[in-house]
Nanobody
Framework: QVQLQESGPGLVKPSQTLSLTCTVS??????????WSWNRQAPGKGLEWMGA???????YYSPALKSRTSISRDTSKNQFTLNLSSVTPEDTAMYYC??????????????WGQGTQVTVSS
C-alpha cells in the first residue's frame, strides 16, 4: 500500500522560504511512469497544483508559481521536497503531496498524503 506523509514547519515568516518534505512508503519514487506532485488549498479556495517531479527527476511547475518554486528529491530516502521562496500570507494553506499519473495540472492524482497546514505570519 502506497502512503505519503508530508512534514515541515507549520509556521513560516513572510519573505522566508517554505520547505516541505514528502516521505513515500510502499513504492519507489523512481518507479517508471509515476509523478510526485505538490498541491495546496488556501482557506476558501480550490485545490491548486504547484508542480511535480517525475520518476526520472524531471520537474514541472505551475506557471503562476514557477519563479518561486523548486521541487527536488532524495532517492536514498525515497523523499521529495518542495521549496517555495519569498512567501507571503497568501501562501497560507494546507499543503498536500500526491502521486500522479502525469506531470501536469490536470493529471490524475490518485494517492494523497494527509496534508500539512502552513501558516505564513510574522
Amino acid at each position: 500500500q502506497v502512503q505519503l506523509q508530508e512534514s515541515g514547519p507549520g509556521l513560516v515568516k513572510p519573505s522566508q522560504t517554505l520547505s516541505l518534505t514528502c516521505t513515500v512508503s510502499g513504492a519507489s519514487i523512481t518507479s517508471t511512469n509515476y509523478y510526485w506532485s505538490w498541491n495546496r488549498q488556501a482557506p476558501g479556495k480550490g485545490l491548486e497544483w504547484m508542480g511535480a517531479i517525475s520518476y526520472s527527476g524531471s520537474t514541472y511547475y505551475s506557471p503562476a508559481l514557477k519563479s518561486r518554486t523548486s521541487i527536488s528529491r532524495d532517492t536514498s530516502k525515497n523523499q521529495f521536497t518542495l521549496n517555495l521562496s519569498s512567501v507571503t500570507p497568501e501562501d497560507t494553506a494546507m499543503y498536500y503531496c500526491a502521486r500522479a499519473l502525469g506531470p501536469y495540472r490536470d493529471s490524475r492524482r490518485h494517492v494523497w498524503g494527509q496534508g500539512t497546514q502552513v501558516t505564513v505570519s510574522s
